[in-house]
C-alpha cells in the first residue's frame, strides 16, 4: 500500500497551488480521505477530508474558503487545491486514508488515519 502525494513547491504569497495523492495497492473509493500538514517546529494539523463519494467535505477554519479538496475514485487520487496562500501555509502535506469511508466526529484525528503518504513540500514566500 502506497500513497504518493506529488504538487509542491515553491509559490509566493497570494498564488496556488494543487496537490494531488495517487494510491498504489489501495482503492480509495472504500475510504474517506484527508490531508495535513506539519509546519517547521510545529505539530502535524488536520487541513481537510472528504468522503468516499467525495459528496462532503470538512476543512480546517485556517483554511476553509482558500483550500477544496476533491477526489476522483476512477483514478484513485485525491487532490488539494489551495488558492490565497500564506506564509504561513508553508508546510510539508501529508494525505491519509480514514478508518471509514464516511466522516464521523473525530475526523481531525490523525491516529485515526490509517495510510499515509511521504508529504509534499509546500513553500509559500511572503
Known amino acids: 500500500v502506497q500513497l504518493q502525494a506529488s504538487g509542491g513547491g515553491l509559490v509566493q504569497a497570494g498564488g496556488s497551488l494543487r496537490l494531488s495523492c495517487a494510491a498504489s495497492g489501495l482503492t480509495l473509493s472504500s475510504y474517506a480521505m484527508g490531508w495535513f500538514r506539519q509546519a517547521p517546529g510545529k505539530e502535524r494539523e488536520f487541513v481537510a477530508a472528504i468522503v468516499w463519494s467525495g459528496t462532503v467535505t470538512r476543512y480546517a477554519d485556517s483554511v476553509r474558503g482558500r483550500f477544496a479538496i476533491s477526489r476522483d475514485n476512477t483514478k484513485n487520487t485525491v487532490s488539494l487545491q489551495m488558492n490565497s496562500l500564506k506564509a504561513e501555509d508553508t508546510a510539508v502535506y501529508y494525505c491519509?486514508?480514514?478508518?471509514?469511508?464516511?466522516?464521523?466526529?473525530?475526523?481531525?484525528?490523525?491516529?485515526?488515519?490509517?495510510?499515509w503518504g511521504q508529504g509534499t513540500l509546500v513553500t509559500v514566500s511572503s
Open positions: 491519509a486514508s480514514y478508518r471509514h469511508p464516511y466522516l464521523d466526529g473525530s475526523y481531525s484525528s490523525e491516529e485515526l488515519y490509517i495510510n
